[in-house]
């Protein structure tokens, strides 16, 4: 009897462990996707299209790959759609940030050429050669460029991140979610968005500095000076 109560009391032991574990995998999970839920609900509705989003000063196109001098194909599909944005005059300049941090790896640069190419006028791209991740970009755009207000442009699982963001760096901002068909890169960057989320929300919170912040620049007041000489 006192061997079966013995057996008794460890299969009752294990069973409350089992369900602290449970309990705490539950726990951990909605930890994870509390910011991610916190950015769909809170930002979903500044997602346009191009044709529906307000007309702003600037677009803001945020850096993806490159290979050698030329856009990867989701860096290129952004770009694309902020010629777009030009074309239908949504947007007057257009602020290009990326990643310059070492030799031969150039975003602003390759974006530069590539919009140029498609027939934005140089003097309405400005290069932000330390947008070296979502927040430096937003927070870089504000304090260094001065932009205030900005459609923003990425793929459609990154830009309520940046929303958010831009909106904690002191952006009023609309964004444009360019699609992208559902294959590994996809779910790739989607997968990248749940920690992402998370870091968006501290920086949200403590709005630390860029990596790099430096002097103020004239770029994006040149740009719109321009525009308002040649409309």
Request: charged share 25%; glycine share 10%.
């Amino acid at each position: 009897m006192r061997e079966f109560g013995r057996r008794w009391a460890r299969r009752l032991a294990r069973r409350r462990t089992q369900r602290r574990l449970f309990q705490g995998l539950v726990l951990v999970s909605l930890l994870a996707v509390a910011p991610s839920g916190w950015l769909f609900l809170a930002e979903g509705d500044r997602v346009r299209t191009v044709a529906e989003v307000p007309a702003e000063p600037v677009a803001v196109v945020f850096g993806a790959g490159v290979v050698g001098d030329e856009p990867s194909p989701y860096l290129a599909h952004r770009l694309d759609a902020a010629v777009q944005l030009y074309q239908a005059h949504k947007v007057k300049a257009i602020l290009v940030t990326g990643d310059n941090s070492r030799d031969g790896y150039n975003e602003p640069g390759a974006m530069y050429d590539y919009l140029r190419e498609r027939g934005v006028p140089a003097v309405r791209v400005v290069r932000d050669y330390a947008g070296f991740n979502t927040w430096d970009s937003c927070d870089r755009a504000r304090r260094i460029f001065g932009v205030d207000r900005a459609v923003l442009v990425s793929q459609d699982y990154h830009v309520r991140r940046a929303l958010a963001l831009c909106r904690a760096a002191g952006i009023d901002s609309y964004a444009i979610g360019v699609p992208e068909p559902r294959d590994t890169t996809w779910y790739y960057g989607g997968v990248r968005e749940l920690p992402g989320a998370g870091k968006a929300a501290l920086s949200s919170l403590f709005h630390p500095d860029p990596k790099f912040l430096g002097p103020t620049e004239q770029g994006v007041a040149l740009a719109l000076a321009d525009a308002a000489r040649t409309p």
